[in-house]
């Protein structure tokens, strides 16, 4: 072999050595950094949720927790970088889920941040039938005199954020997906809730926040981009909820939609982590504060 060939072999051994186990620890998980419950640590556990989704050498940050001050913390003692994120979702306008984009905006202002159509909070266009001009009226009863803005958003208190409105299931990254629901349960009527879901060789890792428009509904959305659902993560809201009510969710979530495992967190339930221990047995993984959930 002459020399120059085998210095050529040598370097390109040498590269596939080099790269091979960097590949190999790729973070594929989700990390909770926010939430009410969890083994003792030196993180603050406070009632909100926010995770740190690392998956095909991307990182998505869901949700940011009900206080900056203890989201900062936590994102300090868990050794998270903020600056190096690919994007932000934020599931739903709640303050338990969006407190923390003040912390957040201070450290990393151009991320993009996805959310869910909102006619406040998140710089969403307002609805053009509020200005509908009526003939006849004097000058000093016509909205904006007689001449609708060009551009007519929302306020937000977060005037730094870079939020873009997702009404449709959208791909925001490779294998990455943003999809959205419409809550019709009293108390959260017509909101729109924002999930994340992305692609595994198991099938989809669903992230949720609070589930208002129920977790079922959100699976039975993200199913139509895969059917098969490897884990749900996060809120399912069963919180006030009869035990009745949160054995039909459980089982519909095993037996109908066959999701593989689920990591029920934050507004679940004491009553509901009970529920959803017995049905998934060792297929119930812990996801408090601090916690690591493997993705395949």
């Known amino acids: 072999m002459k020399p120059t060939r085998f210095a050529s072999v040598v370097l390109a051994a040498l590269l596939l050595t080099i790269t091979a186990p960097l590949n190999a620890q790729e973070p594929k998980r989700i990390t909770i950094l926010y939430d009410a419950f969890g083994p003792p640590s030196a993180l603050v556990k406070d009632w909100g949720f926010a995770a740190l989704v690392e998956y095909g050498g991307k990182r998505v940050l869901f949700d940011t927790g009900n206080d900056a001050k ?121 909101m729109n809730e924002a999930s994340l879901a992305i692609r595994t060789p198991r099938g989809l890792a669903v992230i949720v926040g609070c589930s208002h428009p129920g977790v079922e509904k959100i699976v039975g959305e993200a199913a139509k981009i895969d059917p098969r659902i490897h884990t749900v993560a996060g809120g399912f809201h069963l919180v006030l909820t009869p035990h009745e009510e949160i054995q039909r969710t459980a089982d519909t979530l095993y037996s109908d939609l066959k999701v593989e495992r689920v990591a029920p967190g934050h507004c679940t339930s004491e009553k509901g982590f009970a529920v959803f221990l017995d049905r998934f047995k060792d297929r119930f993984d812990r996801a408090g504060l601090g916690a690591v959930v493997a993705l395949p």
Do not use: C
């Open 70 to 190: 203890i989201f900062e913390s936590n994102v300090r003692q868990l050794g998270i970088d903020l600056t190096r994120l690919d994007a932000v979702v934020i599931s739903h306008r709640h303050g338990d889920h969006t407190s923390g984009l003040t912390h957040l905006l201070e450290v990393n202002p151009g991320v993009k941040i996805y959310t869910p159509h909102e006619n406040a909070f998140f710089k969403s266009s307002a609805p053009a039938a509020f200005i509908e001009p009526q003939p006849g009226l004097p000058p000093d009863l016509r909205y904006y005199d007689g001449k609708p803005p060009e551009r007519w958003v929302s306020g937000t208190p977060w005037e730094k954020g870079r939020f873009e409105i997702v009404t449709a299931t959208t791909e925001i990254l490779p294998g990455f997906y943003v999809l959205t629901t419409r809550s019709q349960k009293p108390g959260t009527m017509e």
